[in-house]
């Protein structure tokens, strides 16, 4: 049986006081929380408090992005060991906000996959189509080739380990969710191309996500799917509503 996994991804929100503030919120309401295991992943800034205030809960610590060399200069970036050294197990990677705004290329993401996986990080892989592709009907292969770039060199032992995340750009921030039915075709699909890539077995157990616009009203229908074993959420994981996710 798969695990479902609730991530709250913050983006660029919180003041180091404004995430205090979220987290003595939260932290009670999702701490142990019986239906699922749940990840922060504040802004780079705030890992350190928030690895601090999580001590002594099972709440786990993410962070958006990493850059995939070992240290050097590269100013402004921030390397797989300094994530390691701030109590993340997780790094979400990939995510159509880097891809689109910053220029990540899938070559780039298979790197910080591999290097992720070398420092014992968990990656929350991202991937997802545009409205156009999706209206194009372009969307199964759009994925695909997304998760097979991603995945390149990466061992079946070391893909388990792997988090993979549908999100949809349409549904990304919009308040309009793919419906439980589109985002279960998709990952279906994704978990037919892992099963393609590393055996049915290694296919069956990684957990993949559905990610945009997840909200309290549509958790459980989403979750509920055999292929969706839980989610990736954005502007709701500033909320209490996050709890209410996380409890779906
Ligand atoms: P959203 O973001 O929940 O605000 O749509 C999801 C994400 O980008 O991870």
Redesign the pocket.
Known sequence: MRRTIVAG?W?MNGTLDEAKALMETLIPLVNHCEEADVVFCPPFIDLALAAQMLQGTDIALGAQNMYFEEKGAYTGEISPAMLVGAGCQYV?LG???RRTYFGETDADVNQKVVKALQHGLKPIL?CGENQAQRQNGETLSVVEHELREAFRGVSADDARKVIV?Y?PLW?????V?ATKEQAQEVCRTLRGVLGELYGGAVAEDMRILY?????AQNAAELFGMPDIDGG??????LKAEFAQICHY
């Open positions: 991804n983006k979400i995510h159509s906000e991202c995340a999100e549904a990304i921030g919009t308040g969710s990610g945009g616009s997840v909200n990736l959420v954005g502007g709701a994981s």
